[in-house]
């Protein structure tokens, strides 16, 4: 279905994401789509970040040209997101500039210091946060709670006691 109407209408970006439903999705196939079309492919995986930073869900990055997420939800950071990009120039476009022109600063901008101030905290750490979640729970315990939904309160109570914001 995805390859008639891909090549039906043509699009110029194809996106990737299923909301809060942890779906694991065949990148490989869909970055032939898009390829076949001469469209970008986008992944919003800001409800499954942490799932494929645990290597629970399959990765996206080999696939996708721009990638975004949020650092609050499955990553438990505080609230903020990323956007990945291809350094190299896609479909003859520069993602860099061409992202970086439009997100920060010209139009966005946070006034709240103590979020700047944990986004920089998150963004020193990245490495860590991508890896094993900003809580450092081990992943099997992150497999649990994301997956089975289990003990929403002790999620909760984790974020308030190790938050600084």
């Not at 194809?14 to 079309?37: E, H, L, Q, T």
């Not at 210091?113 to 963004?123: E, F, N, R, T």
């Not at 081990?138 to 109570?157: G, K, M, N, P, S």
Request: charged share 20%.
């Amino acid at each position: 279905m995805l390859e008639k109407t891909a090549t039906l209408f043509r699009p110029k970006l194809i996106i990737v994401g299923a909301s809060a439903y942890p779906r694991d999705f065949d990148y490989p196939r869909m970055g032939k789509i898009a390829d076949s079309v001469g469209a970008f492919l986008m992944m919003d995986m800001d409800h499954i970040s942490g799932l494929v930073a645990a290597s629970v869900l399959a990765n996206p990055f080999e696939y996708c040209d721009v990638v975004t997420t949020t650092t609050h939800k499955s990553l438990r950071g505080p609230r903020g997101g990323m956007i990945f990009f291809k350094k190299d120039p896609v479909l003859w476009v520069d993602m860099e500039s061409a992202i970086n022109n439009v997100v920060f600063p010209g139009l966005q901008i946070c006034k709240l210091v103590k979020l700047v101030v944990a986004l920089m905290k998150l963004q020193i750490g990245c490495d860590v946060c991508l890896k094993e979640g900003v809580l450092q729970m081990d992943l099997e315990e992150h497999r649990r709670f994301v997956l089975y939904l289990e003990a929403v309160q002790q999620i909760c109570t984790r974020i308030c006691k190790h938050s600084d914001i």
